[in-house]
């Protein structure tokens, strides 16, 4: 089993719709996660990190089920400048917070 | 401040061709990493260095890639010989060394291609 697995999609939505995303961790110990976005050939930025409680940035929500050991990412209003692909990333514990990176789950949002 | 600077952008070699690969991270980060990434295997972690150690190398394919950081400004990723499989995007990555600071800035990447 991965460490962290995401459906690749593509997922292709209208604009203005909502699209949500899972993904799935193997270690039950991992304290950290956060949601990275990469535009097509370019590298990773932060879009948001993932608290306990859930939070929200915007039309972007991210929530965080560790009893089931999976991350959300919720986008309402999709935008076509939300085509990207979006990468779960989790850390591990191992001496000390390695992250480990999702294959990620690629959005398109067309007119 | 001008993130994190990688170099070459680009870069195409033969196979058996040594290739070296540059970054300076942000001024002020204590950690670097260096990714690798392929449309077959995603993002890799390769080697971790906090405060110019290597802390973790385990991601390394084998003896033909090495890594080094000789101050905090520079570090370099070597392969040698190179081989087509080598072919991929080459990220380097900082952050600041702090409890909670996973964030990590990337720079633009290296894209290899081994002939």
């Known amino acids: 089993r991965k460490e962290v697995e995401q459906d690749p999609g593509p997922f292709n939505v209208p604009e203005g719709a909502t699209v949500a995303f899972n993904c799935t961790y193997s270690n039950s110990a991992s304290q950290s996660f956060f949601w990275y976005r990469q535009d097509c050939r370019k590298e990773p930025k932060l879009l948001m990190s993932v608290y306990s409680s859930g939070n929200e940035d915007g039309r972007f929500t991210a929530q965080l089920n560790r009893a089931s050991q999976y991350i959300s990412l919720l986008i309402r209003d999709s935008k076509l400048s939300d085509s990207a692909t979006y990468l779960c990333?989790?850390?591990?514990?191992?001496?000390?917070?390695?992250?480990?990176f999702g294959a990620g789950t690629r959005l398109a949002v067309h007119p | 401040d001008a993130g994190v600077i990688q170099s070459p952008r680009h870069e195409v070699t033969e196979m058996g061709q040594e290739v070296t690969l540059r970054c300076k991270p942000i001024?002020?980060?204590?950690?670097l990493f260096w990714y690798r990434q392929t449309m077959m295997r995603g993002l890799e972690l390769l080697i971790y260095f906090n405060n110019n150690v290597p802390i973790d190398d385990s991601g390394m394919p084998e003896d033909r890639f090495s890594a080094k950081m000789p101050n905090a400004s520079f570090s370099t990723l070597k392969i040698q010989p190179s081989e087509p499989r080598d072919s991929a995007v080459y990220f380097c990555a900082s952050s600041e060394n702090s409890a909670g600071a996973n964030v990590l800035t990337f720079g633009a990447g290296s894209r290899l291609t081994v002939l």
């Open positions: 990333v989790v850390t591990f514990s191992g001496g000390y917070n390695k992250l480990i």
């Open positions: 001024s002020g980060h204590n950690s």
